[in-house]
T-cell receptor
């Protein structure tokens, strides 16, 4: 079993739609959680951290369920510019930091 | 300055060449990382430096040799690479153990011929 698993995608949705991504992680020692966005042939960029209380940043809402070892990302009113690969990322608790990437979910927004 | 700068952006090298990738950050981050990313795959961790000391080596072949000359610089020395080593090499840095996330450089796209 992979340490971080994501929806395989691709998601192809119309502009203005709401889309949700899910991610599960297997290591209960996981400490911190993030969603990164990666555009084609570019580096990953931090979209938002994910907290148990849930957090929102504009059209983006992230949620963490530690009991179920589950992370989600909700994008409301999607824009063409939201088209990218979304990576679920988990930081393992250890003496040296180590982040594990999910395989990514490709999102394509159509006009 | 909130950037991680990587040079060169593109590199083509032969299997007998020796080259180096460079990474620099001036955010005061004390942890720096090398990742390798193949097309349509997520980044894979190669090395972690914490306070200028190598703390994680993910069983990377010895043809890849990391070096951390100081807290702002991270190098990756390449020697006798194989065509399958062609990939995007990403450098990242983090404050502390990374609980606030990592900042990535734009990468070096390496082609081994």
């Amino acid at each position: 079993r992979k340490e971080v698993e994501q929806d395989p995608g691709p998601f192809n949705v119309p502009e203005g739609a709401t889309v949700a991504f899910n991610c599960t992680y297997s290591n209960s020692a996981s400490q911190s959680f993030f969603w990164y966005r990666q555009d084609c042939r570019k580096e990953p960029k931090l979209l938002m951290s994910v907290y148990s209380s849930g957090n929102e940043d504009g059209r983006f809402t992230a949620q963490l369920n530690r009991a179920s070892q589950y992370i989600s990302l909700l994008i409301r009113d999607s824009k063409l510019s939201d088209s990218a690969t979304y990576l679920c990322v988990v930081l393992l608790r250890s003496s040296a930091s180590k982040i594990i990437f999910g395989s990514g979910t490709r999102l394509s927004i159509r006009p | 300055d909130t950037e991680v700068t990587q040079t060169p952006k593109h590199l083509v090298m032969g299997m007998t060449n020796k080259k180096s990738l460079k990474c620099e950050q001036h955010m005061g981050h004390r942890a720096m990382y090398w990742y390798k990313q193949k097309a349509k795959k997520p980044p894979e961790l190669m090395f972690v430096y914490s306070y200028e000391k190598l703390s994680i080596n993910e069983s990377v072949p010895s043809r890849f040799s990391p070096e951390c000359p100081n807290s702002s610089l991270l190098n990756l020395h390449l020697h006798a690479l194989q065509p399958e080593d062609s990939a995007l090499y990403l450098c990242a840095s983090s404050q502390g153990l990374g609980a606030s996330g990592y900042t990535f450089g734009s990468g070096t796209r390496l082609t081994v011929v």
